[in-house]
């Protein structure tokens, strides 16, 4: 091995191989040593070198050890700041934080350089929502401690991350609180903490100094709130930046630090009734948390002005959140004891909330209208109360009436809308192209970006090679490789077809492995001869292990002359095929052979059914491509498989620890899928088992829809996992395959009314609002099993396997959309086993209510078992009180 001292001889005689060497090994400290003591001169010879050898190795990921190694030489050898930025700030340099601005600031002292700190300034300008926090560290290092810290967005966010994940390489772990005092960032950066818009989400970490059961809740604002107590930070302004960022709101769970920040500070009668204003326009605008916040603030208040809670009072009394309502009821009772001078004028105020969507609302407002307005002169007629009661809400009903009974109003969505045209165009391709690998969302259909792929590549190689590289430079990390963890990740696949294309035929490496990928579909089965798709991994769903087959003969037949493109080609949104349109392609083809897997997707994608008339004309083509359209056809394609509900218990626990075990649910209701009696299944599509508990593969599932476009029963069962997975373990985007299913044809079934009622009571609003989206277009088109969903949902409530308070929202919301009889009837058939159930499920009382709306809406007549006996019961309960509301509701008349 080469001494230092032979090293700095090299690269002072002109070679500068040996340095590259050692920077390709992640050997910074000898990169560091290489160049002590070497000619300016020299090093700018060695940074222009430096700079070429960077670019040829433009694919290359420079891992923490190696991207150090290149920043200690960047440092060293380059001339100014902005030449070493343009190198270290590619994402996919990796830079190994403290250690690395260490050496980089020794290697800038001993070359006499100053301009570390506009180095720091441009790459903080640079850095991505994808950055590695180490390099943010690494950033932060260069400045020095009298420096303003750089002040962006990114910076910020990062500097909040390195909060929460101290580097716990320096030894004994040191309370937040303790860090932040000593933290030269703090002052400057404090301010931004209410300024960035999302930032109080990455806020609200917790503090792990032994084990995950004794962590620090919320450390971040409860060190803030000390430090204030100690004089280290204005408390003045912590109060003041926090309201001001509740004030200019933000998403929900973003704004729940600054709530916790103000709940620690605990401000006092006095500083609350010097930002009276402030958060009475809280209390009326700002989401329910916030607004509860800012209501409990407010009544603590001695003597607060009643003409501006009154008018507040107006517009908090109409909205929906019922425990902010009932608040602000109570508190307006308490006002009218005290001031009854003003009780007529309150009174007034209170009647506003005899609109309310919730009936106990309506009811409590009424009885505190009655107790507080002034009694009617004798003979007189009584005063309004907000007006008078609107017509379709008689008392006796308990509910909303209208004179008129109705059914859903949704209208029909019409046919799916034609697929886009197909991709001739070069820049189309690279567009499409960029925007796939632009994210890590991955669950977009790309049979349009391989069609174009296939058309493209034999006469424009040179050209797709060209446009598509600079694409593939700047693509999402998330594509550079497969995710071993994800059976079904399909990143390396698409980025080494995408790498591939344009490229000369043959490149053997890859067609060896295109071929071997191939042949790994189709191998012997027991009996001996090879079956049509083998799926080895329980956690592929079969039409998975299809996308992965056809992308494996994409990249096997890329670049060959003549194609005029996929026959599988959709020529619908929603991934069908026009059987006329496939004969047509059939027919351009003459005697050229088919892809296998290419003519198996379009075979897959024609409507079910048979037709005896153009299986003719396929037969007609004599070739062994129209014998096989013309059998799919008489046999009327894939037949509906036999669905059958089935029990799926956790795993047992593993020996050692285990730490997941926890986190999976006791038990969940799945789905098997077998084929009917007499059908082979050849390419296993109708046998599904319900895969373990803990597969996760949401992203990918939002492309089987469009593999089986005429077969919703059968992609519900592959996709109930994933929605399952976003009610019992409150994983988000699961549902988000949902509303495409409601564009599949064919019938549904269990799967489809299990997968509706766990996407009710999914955890995340957009996967309850992509379940919503799924049951109304469902309804529309008349497939909806309400009464199959509404069981479902029972059963899973009754059980406590989902929260039911969740499926709430969506089901009112589906009601105002127009289907309040699916609605009803969905509710009526899940009320029988929530009633049975031992305790009542939290979510039962409001679910009765809006029962009670949607029956006296749609007239609709429907016997619920047990609520007779939950409405007889004693007592005051509101799950007695809102079954005796919708059992009015069912009798009356």
Not at 574 to 597: F, H, I, K, S
């Amino acid at each position: 091995m080469k001494s230092t001292v032979r090293r700095r001889w090299e690269l002072a005689a002109g070679g500068s191989s040996d340095l590259f060497d050692l920077v390709d090994a992640g050997s910074a400290d000898l990169v560091a040593a290489a160049l002590t003591g070497l000619p300016e001169q020299r090093r700018r010879a060695v940074g222009v070198e430096l700079t070429e050898w960077f670019k040829t190795r433009r694919s290359t990921f420079w891992g923490s050890a190696k991207g150090t190694a290149l920043a200690v030489a960047v440092v060293g050898c380059l001339p100014t700041a902005a030449q070493a930025a343009a190198l270290l700030s590619r994402r996919s340099v990796a830079i190994d934080g403290d250690r690395a601005a260490r050496l980089v600031r020794v290697v800038a002292v001993e070359r006499g350089i100053d301009w570390l700190p506009e180095l720091a300034r441009r790459l903080a300008d640079k850095l991505t929502r994808d950055v590695w926090l180490g390099h943010w560290r690494f950033v932060a290092g260069l400045l020095p401690a009298d420096a303003a810290p750089p002040t962006g967005e990114r910076f910020v966010e990062l500097w909040v991350q390195s909060l929460g994940m101290p580097d716990r390489r320096r030894g004994a772990p040191v309370p937040l609180v303790d860090r932040l005092r000593a933290d030269p960032l703090l002052p400057a950066l404090l301010p931004r903490l209410f300024e960035i818009d999302g930032l109080g989400g990455p806020m609200m970490f917790d503090e792990v100094h032994t084990d995950w059961e004794n962590r620090r809740r919320h450390v971040l604002p409860t060190a803030l709130a000390q430090l204030a107590a100690e004089g280290v930070v204005d408390r003045a302004a912590l109060l003041d930046g926090a309201l001001g960022r509740l004030l200019r709101g933000d998403r929900p769970a973003a704004l729940r630090a600054f709530t916790v920040l103000l709940d620690q500070l605990q401000p006092g009668t006095q500083e609350v009734a010097a930002r009276a204003t402030d958060y009475l326009r809280l209390l009326a605008d700002a989401p329910a948390p916030v607004a509860v916040m800012a209501q409990k603030a407010l009544r603590a208040l001695p003597d607060p002005e009643p003409e501006a809670v009154l008018a507040a009072s107006r517009e908090v009394l109409l909205r929906p959140d019922k425990t902010l309502v009932r608040g602000q009821l109570t508190w307006l009772d308490r006002l009218a004891r005290r001031h009854p001078d003003r009780a007529a004028q309150i009174a007034e105020v209170i009647a506003v909330a005899a609109g309310h969507p919730a009936v106990d609302v309506r009811d409590r407002a009424a009885a505190l209208t009655a107790r507080h307005r002034p009694a009617p002169a004798a003979g007189g007629p009584a005063p309004a109360a907000g007006g008078p009661a609107p017509a379709a809400e008689p008392a006796s009903a308990g509910g909303p009436a209208v004179a008129v009974a109705r059914g859903d109003d949704l209208p029909h969505p019409g046919p799916p809308a034609p697929a886009p045209a197909p991709i001739t165009d070069l820049d189309e391709l690279t567009e499409e192209v960029a925007a796939l690998v632009g994210t890590e969302h991955r669950g977009e259909p790309f049979d349009r970006i391989l069609d174009g792929l296939v058309r493209l590549a034999p006469t424009e190689g040179p050209r797709l090679r060209a446009a598509l590289d600079p694409v593939l430079a700047r693509r999402h990390w998330a594509w550079a490789a497969a995710h071993q963890w994800d059976p079904c990740c399909l990143c390396g696949l698409v980025s080494d077809l995408l790498e591939t294309a344009g490229e000369p035929r043959p490149v053997a490496p890859q067609r060896g492995r295109w071929a071997a990928l191939l042949a790994a579909v189709r191998r012997p089965g027991p009996q001996g001869p090879p079956r049509e798709l083998v799926v080895t991994d329980p956690r592929v769903p079969a039409p998975h292990a299809l996308l992965r087959a056809r992308l494996a003969e994409v990249g096997h037949h890329l670049g060959e002359p003549g194609l005029p493109g996929l026959l599988a080609a959709p020529t619908s949104a929603n991934g069908a095929l026009d059987p006329l349109a496939l004969l047509e392609r059939l027919t351009a083809l003459g005697a050229r052979q088919p892809w296998r897997w290419d003519l198996t997707q379009a075979l897959l994608r024609l409507p079910t059914g048979v037709d005896d008339t153009l299986a003719g004309k396929a037969e007609a083509l004599r070739t062994p491509a129209g014998d096989r359209l013309a059998a799919w056809l008489r046999a009327g394609g894939l037949p509906d498989p036999v669905a059958r509900l089935v029990p799926q218990a956790r795993r047992p626990r593993r020996v050692g620890h285990d730490w997941e075990h926890g986190q999976l649910p006791p038990r969940r209701i799945a789905v098997e899928l077998r084929p009917p009696a007499g059908h082979p299944d050849p390419y296993g599509l109708l046998t599904v088992d319900p895969p373990p508990m803990e597969t996760d593969h949401a992203t990918w599932a939002r492309m089987w829809p469009s593999v089986l476009p005429h077969h919703l029963g059968v992609v519900a069962a592959y996709v109930l996992p994933q929605v399952t997975a976003a009610a019992d373990l409150d994983r988000r985007d699961g549902a988000l395959a949902l509303p495409l299913l409601a564009e599949c044809g064919g019938t549904g079934g269990p799967a489809v009314d299990v997968a509706l009622a766990y996407g009710l009571a999914a955890r995340h609003g957009v996967d309850r609002v992509a379940t919503l989206d799924a049951l109304l277009g469902l309804a529309a088109t008349g497939r909806l099993d309400a009464a199959g969903v509404g069981a479902r949902l029972g059963d899973l409530g009754a059980g406590q396997l989902v929260k039911l308070t969740r499926a709430v929202e969506p089901l009112r919301d589906a009601a105002g959309a127009g289907a309040p009889r699916s609605v009803w009837r969905l509710l009526a058939a899940a009320l029988p086993p929530l009633l049975a159930a031992a305790t009542p499920p939290r979510g039962l009382p409001d679910l009765l209510t809006l029962a009670a709306e949607t029956a006296t809406v749609t007239g609709a007549r429907v016997e619920v078992p047990g609520l007779a006996e939950a409405a007889g019961r004693g007592g005051s309960s509101r799950v007695v009180t809102e079954a005796r509301r919708l059992h009015r509701a069912l009798t009356a008349g």
